[in-house]
């Protein structure tokens, strides 16, 4: 069961009455191709640029951070489930800002880092009723640039996989590769284990 604040509980829970102004903070960090060093962009579903502090989905800490906004961001529905199923969240940006430019020209995004923040802000004085709080923690599996047709319009999806349940199904072959054992100070544990499963083993016999 996820733990929200009671502010934002109170928002939710007075949705009916007052109504709700949702709105999705999404904080990606990938790698800078000039400097080679870790840089990251906030975008946000807000018509104008905004400074907020939201808590990190990796430290638990609160962060100041700057998110962009007016960039037509989308966020698919984040599946909610109780197995083991990767959850996908396909992130779609207008690709003409300078920041959405920088972000998919400028860094390398392969398995980059993706926080979703949700929160809400007060109907009457516009402004955040509570803290962003965090949605989605995961990383990207594709970014693919469409380029549009004249006259037409392009945009960014960024498929974004759930990262605790993605490293599940990564494989390790140092694990059972008799080259990587080897290089342990000459450790042989799997110099037959590409041909173990095909060994006859006739028990009772010489």
């Given amino acids: 069961m996820k733990n929200i604040t009671s502010a934002f509980f109170a928002a939710l829970t007075g949705a009916?009455?007052?109504?709700?102004?949702?709105?999705?903070?999404?904080?990606?960090?990938?790698?800078?191709?000039?400097?080679?060093?870790?840089?990251s962009i906030g975008l946000w579903t807000g018509d104008d640029d905004i400074n907020i502090t939201v808590t990190?989905?990796?430290?638990?800490?609160p962060e100041a951070r700057t998110y962009y906004g007016g960039l037509n961001l989308q966020v698919s529905p984040i599946p909610r489930t109780a197995d083991l199923t990767i959850q996908t969240?396909?992130?779609?940006?207008?690709?003409?800002?300078?920041a959405v430019q920088q972000l998919v020209r400028g860094y390398d995004l392969r398995l980059a880092p993706i926080e979703i923040h949700d929160m809400s802000f007060d109907t009457g004085t516009r402004l955040?009723?509570?803290?962003?709080?965090?949605?989605?923690?995961?990383?990207?599996?594709?970014?693919?640039?469409?380029?549009?047709?004249?006259?037409?319009?392009?945009d960014i999806e960024i498929s974004a996989i759930s990262a605790a349940i993605a490293m599940l199904e990564r494989t390790n072959p140092a694990?059972?590769?008799?080259?990587?054992?080897?290089?342990?100070s000459g450790d042989e544990f799997g110099l037959y284990?590409?041909?173990?499963?095909?060994?006859?083993?006739?028990?009772?016999?010489k």
Avoid: C, H
């Fill in 193 to 205: 284990s590409s041909t173990v499963a095909n060994w006859q083993i006739p028990w009772g016999q």
């Fill in 56 to 61: 990190s989905g990796v430290t638990g800490l």
């Fill in 16 to 39: 009916r009455d007052k109504g709700l102004v949702p709105r999705r903070f999404v904080w990606i960090t990938g790698k800078d191709l000039a400097s080679g060093g870790s840089a």
């Fill in 89 to 98: 969240v396909t992130i779609t940006i207008g690709q003409i800002a300078p």
């Fill in 175 to 184: 694990k059972s590769s008799y080259e990587g054992q080897k290089r342990r």
């Fill in 128 to 154: 955040p009723s509570a803290a962003p709080e965090i949605a989605f923690l995961g990383v990207a599996d594709g970014a693919p640039v469409k380029t549009p047709a004249v006259g037409q319009d392009g």
